[in-house]
């Protein structure tokens, strides 16, 4: 399962493949129960094990089973970006239903595998669900030197190294994802002054800024497509802005790295080729690094089930991250 922000995504592995998304809303208001849309594709009593991520996961260093995780893995909500309940509400429903499962922890400071200068450089690098993106990744490229860039509602991009999780940078300090983006001294000055907090200030610091827009969050990407397509230039504006700042973050990571074999796009962003080409709009400006691929949109769902197997068939880590029995 992935905790994502407009909506709380599900694989199945079997013999094939099975997907499904409800959103935050909808279960946070009681109308959908991912227990019961869990229960229409799956037999519980069939189901070995299964990998959720919830939020930041900053209160966790290791793969942990549920029953041994507390206050559902985070040190706090604030400063999460937009707060619906709704994973909150699906973390509930598992945690009762006796489905065995493991939680997946966030990247933070107190992450064994990271390089000492990324903790201390900074206290939070990327939320539980890029370790699920980064391992889908890992599977599915076969590369163990890789830059994984997220881009979705937030921009996130991780350091792999030799097949360890090394650093990462978060969308409150690097990249504008659709959402969310780093803090500049407007902003700060805004929060000082009182007029809105920090988190609202997030939640609107990427390409809706700039593009003038303002929805629901399961609505906030179409619509500033929708405005794109349409000949709007500050949709215009914002893609090419959240672009170039993705762009910077790539490079910055690329030169720091002992050493890179490619690197992954994905999100619903990421990985778009239409009906704005994003992909390749990324790809044409870094592909002089190494090599750029492309993976799903489904990653982080299908990476959290790639766990799951992997955990319950004996491994011990995870990309640097500890597995607890």
Same mark, same amino acid.
């Given at each position: 399962?992935d905790?994502g922000t407009?909506?709380?995504s599900?694989?199945?592995?079997?013999n094939e493949?099975?997907?499904?998304?409800?959103?935050?809303?909808?279960?946070?208001s009681g109308k959908?129960s991912?227990i019961?849309?869990?229960s229409?594709?799956a037999?519980?009593?069939?189901?070995?094990l299964?990998a959720?991520?919830?939020?930041m996961?900053?209160?966790?260093?290791?793969i942990?089973?549920i029953?041994?995780?507390?206050?559902?893995?985070?040190?706090?909500?604030e400063?999460? +970006?937009k707060?619906? +309940?709704?994973g909150?509400a699906?973390?509930s429903e598992i945690e009762?239903s006796g489905?065995?499962?493991v939680?997946?922890p966030?990247?933070?400071r107190k992450?064994?595998?990271l390089d000492?200068?990324?903790?201390?450089?900074?206290?939070?690098?990327?939320?539980?669900?890029k370790?699920?993106?980064?391992?889908?990744?890992?599977?599915e490229? !076969?590369?163990?030197?890789?830059?994984?860039?997220?881009?979705?509602?937030?921009?996130?991009?991780i350091?792999?190294?030799?097949g360890?999780?090394? &650093?990462a940078?978060?969308?409150?300090? &690097?990249?504008? !994802?659709?959402m969310?983006g780093?803090l500049?001294?407007e902003?700060l000055?805004?929060?000082?002054d &009182?007029?809105?907090t920090?988190?609202?200030?997030?939640?609107r610091?990427?390409?809706?800024k700039?593009a003038?827009?303002?929805?629901?969050?399961?609505?906030m990407?179409?619509k500033?497509?929708?405005?794109?397509?349409? !000949?709007?230039?500050?949709?215009k504006l914002?893609?090419e802005?959240?672009i170039?700042?993705i762009?910077?973050?790539?490079y910055?990571l690329?030169?720091i790295?002992?050493k890179?074999d490619a690197i992954?796009?994905? !999100?619903?962003i990421?990985?778009?080729?239409?009906?704005?080409?994003?992909?390749?709009?990324?790809?044409k400006e870094?592909?002089?690094?190494v090599?750029?691929v492309?993976?799903?949109?489904r990653?982080?769902?299908i990476g959290?089930?790639?766990?799951?197997?992997?955990?319950?068939? &004996?491994?011990k880590?995870?990309?640097?991250?500890?597995?607890?029995?």
């Open positions: 399962m905790h407009t909506g709380v599900f694989s199945i592995i079997n493949i099975t997907h499904f998304k409800i959103s935050r809303e909808d279960t946070s959908v991912a019961e849309e869990l229409k594709r037999q519980f009593d069939s189901i070995h299964m959720i991520t919830y939020a996961g900053d209160a966790l260093t290791a942990t089973p029953e041994k995780v507390k206050d559902r893995g985070i040190l706090s909500m400063g999460a +970006g707060v619906t +309940g709704g909150t699906v973390y009762n489905i065995p499962t939680v997946i966030g990247i933070h992450t064994p595998c000492e200068k990324f903790k201390a450089a900074y206290s939070h690098h990327a939320s539980s669900e370790v699920s993106i980064c391992y889908n990744a890992f599977l490229t !076969g590369f163990k030197n890789m830059i994984v860039s997220d881009i979705s509602s937030n921009t996130v991009s350091l792999i190294e030799d360890v999780i090394k &650093g940078m978060d969308a409150c300090i &690097g990249a504008m !994802g659709i969310h780093p500049d001294l902003m000055r805004d929060i000082d &009182g007029f809105k920090a988190n609202e200030c997030f939640s610091a990427g390409a809706v700039i003038d827009v303002d929805d629901e969050v399961g609505r990407k179409d500033i497509i929708e405005n794109y397509l349409k !000949g709007d230039e500050k949709a914002a893609f802005t959240m170039m700042t762009i910077m973050e790539i910055g690329a030169g790295a002992n890179v992954v796009l994905t !999100g619903s990421g990985s778009m080729q239409g009906p704005i080409d994003v992909y390749s709009a990324i790809k870094i592909k002089d690094i090599p750029v492309r993976i799903g949109e990653s982080g769902s959290s089930a790639q766990i799951a197997r992997a955990v319950f068939n &004996g491994e880590e995870i990309l640097g991250i500890p597995v607890v029995k």
